[in-house]
């Protein structure tokens, strides 16, 4: 019995474990596009297509050359536009130097978006076992992808004027492999800063809806409110000004994101695992 116990208790230390790096949306039928490593000189082209949609989406960006006006710029557009600004962590970045860069990279964006970023995107493999727990302990809400549209294959690819080429055909041979009514759930990684990913949006755009996808940005897709209320509560009894100050901004996010009781949806959420110790404890 203790020794089941025991099993139970380093099985949900596992699950513990990949709590924090999301792959997908929590509901059927979601899908969230985020675009990587910008802003870029196409990014206002995105912006458009993307309202012409009434689509919002998530921009991963980096700090490093937002001196440049036309991406600054871009930037604001995407933040005033109602999209969900978080960071791209450089490849360089270590555990140790993890803080101070997004310390740093935050600063810089809150500059042009008034808004403190909360969502992070790490380069491949994605971030250590160790990265995640530095990140995610500060507060940060980390996500992968699911549906990788290749897009840094088509660096030179010349869109053909029907706005379709293999960024499309990428996305689009996927999500067929999916026989409806079933739909799945997706996180999708483009580049705003590769030309042809942009080009091909529309078609994208008009693709998923067609097949009954509807587009959310990422708090919506991970179900955030939940955990970033979860993470303001532990943050009012750290009392660290940094932290108490994401926490903050966190709320608002979770209210506009997420009308459903935090506490509740938490809950909720570890209802299997409840379920799956209670039966394995009768079992025994
Ligand atoms: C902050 O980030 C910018 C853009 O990447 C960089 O130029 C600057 O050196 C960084 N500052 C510090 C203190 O790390
Ligand atoms: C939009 O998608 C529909 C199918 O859902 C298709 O018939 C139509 O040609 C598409 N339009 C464009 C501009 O891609």
């Not at 025991?6 to 699950?15: F, K, M």
């Not at 290749?150 to 660096?155: E, G, I, K």
Request: overall charge neutral; proline content about 5%; hydrophobic content about 40%.
């Amino acid at each position: 019995m203790l020794a089941a116990l025991g099993w139970i208790v380093l099985g949900l230390a596992a699950l513990n474990g990949v709590v924090g790096l999301e792959k997908e949306c929590r509901k059927e039928g979601m899908i969230a596009f985020t675009f990587d490593q910008g802003p870029s000189q196409y990014t206002g082209i995105l912006l458009t297509s993307l309202a012409k949609a009434g689509v919002k989406a998530t921009f991963h960006v980096l700090p490093d050359y937002l001196d440049n006006p036309v991406l600054s710029a871009n930037l604001r557009r995407a933040a005033t536009d109602g999209h969900l600004i978080g960071l791209f962590v450089k490849e360089s970045i270590t555990e140790a130097s993890v803080k101070a860069y997004l310390t740093n990279a935050s600063a810089i964006v809150k500059q042009y978006t008034n808004y403190q970023p909360q969502f992070l995107r790490f380069p491949l493999p994605g971030p250590s076992p160790g990265m995640l727990k530095v990140v995610t302990g500060l507060g940060y809400r980390v996500t992968s992808y699911n549906l990788d549209s290749q897009d840094y294959q088509a660096l030179s690819e010349v869109t053909s004027p029907d706005g379709k080429g293999s960024v499309f055909a990428t996305v689009k041979g996927i999500l067929d492999q999916i026989v409806p009514p079933t739909l799945g759930s997706f996180i999708c990684v483009q580049r705003d800063i590769v030309q042809a990913s942009v080009q091909q949006m529309p078609a994208i755009l008009n693709y998923t809806k067609g097949r009954g996808y509807k587009a959310v940005k990422l708090d919506e897709c991970i179900g955030a409110g939940a955990e970033l209320k979860a993470a303001d509560d532990a943050d009012d009894q750290s009392g660290t000004e940094t932290t108490n100050d994401l926490g903050g901004d966190m709320k608002g996010q979770a209210v506009k994101s997420n009308g459903a009781p935090p506490k509740c949806a938490e809950s909720l959420r570890l209802l299997p695992y409840a379920c799956f110790v209670l039966a394995t404890c009768l079992l025994l």
